[in-house]
């Protein structure tokens, strides 16, 4: 059964404080996309990234990095958390060309930031 | 004008009828076509995809795609309780290949 795995599905941090959101799939994807679902909003980008070590803004990207080592992981890092990221963040993989739509998603990450 | 639209809803039909959920998007160089479900508190899950013009069926559901009227929808035939959910349309633009996530119709199927 193909499967996107993100680390957490519920965390609380104080503003200031580094978050890391990291996302595993084993499908051999090449890309992997992180996007925050806020109500009213729908999903938005954050980041994509079709490589290892490759990486591209998406629609969102201020407030946010994020670290691809290893094809299998990607990871999201807030380095200084603000209450206005506190948002549902889904990490999903597709494989490359005409398939890049047909995205696996994780569970979902909840953040609160108090 | 958004790149991609869908009526938010609710939209309510009841068990066993046709629930038609439709989309129209602005790039008329966009190749590929998705439709997505998510339940609440869930993620979103690809239910559907269609490249050509025409009607492509998968058991009840059909997704259709008009490329001259820049218009995808998606028909649920003998709709049931366990389809309410939101729907969302994803468009792979011509030019970039960026995906643009609509923001969703959520469709309620009374029993």
């Known amino acids: 059964d193909v499967k996107v795995t993100q680390s957490s599905r519920y965390l609380v941090k104080r503003t200031g404080e580094k978050v890391f959101l990291e996302c595993v799939q084993d499908m051999d994807h090449e890309n992997m996309f992180w996007y925050r679902q806020d109500p009213g909003l729908g999903l938005r980008l954050i980041y994509f990234s079709y490589d290892v070590k490759m990486k591209e803004k998406g629609d969102i990207p201020e407030g946010y990095s994020v670290s691809r080592e290893k094809k299998e992981r990607f990871s999201l890092i807030l380095e200084s958390a603000s209450t206005n990221q506190t948002s549902m963040y889904l990490c999903?993989?597709?494989?490359?060309?005409?398939?890049?739509?047909?995205?696996?998603f994780g569970e979902g990450s909840r953040l609160t930031v108090l | 004008q958004k790149e991609v639209e869908q009526n938010s809803g609710p939209l309510s039909v009841p068990e066993g009828a046709i629930a038609s959920l439709n989309c129209t998007y602005s790039d008329r160089g966009s190749q590929s076509f998705f439709w997505y479900r998510q339940y609440s508190g869930k993620s979103p899950e690809l239910i559907m995809f269609i490249y050509s013009n025409g009607d492509k069926e998968d058991g009840r559901f059909t997704a259709q795609l008009n490329k001259a009227s820049q218009y995808v929808s998606l028909l649920i035939r003998d709709s049931q309780p366990s389809d309410s959910a939101t729907y969302l349309c994803v468009i792979q633009g011509g030019a970039t290949n960026k995906l643009i996530f609509g923001t969703g119709t959520l469709l309620a199927v009374q029993p």
């Open positions: 999903a993989s597709s494989l490359s060309g005409a398939q890049i739509g047909e995205l696996f």
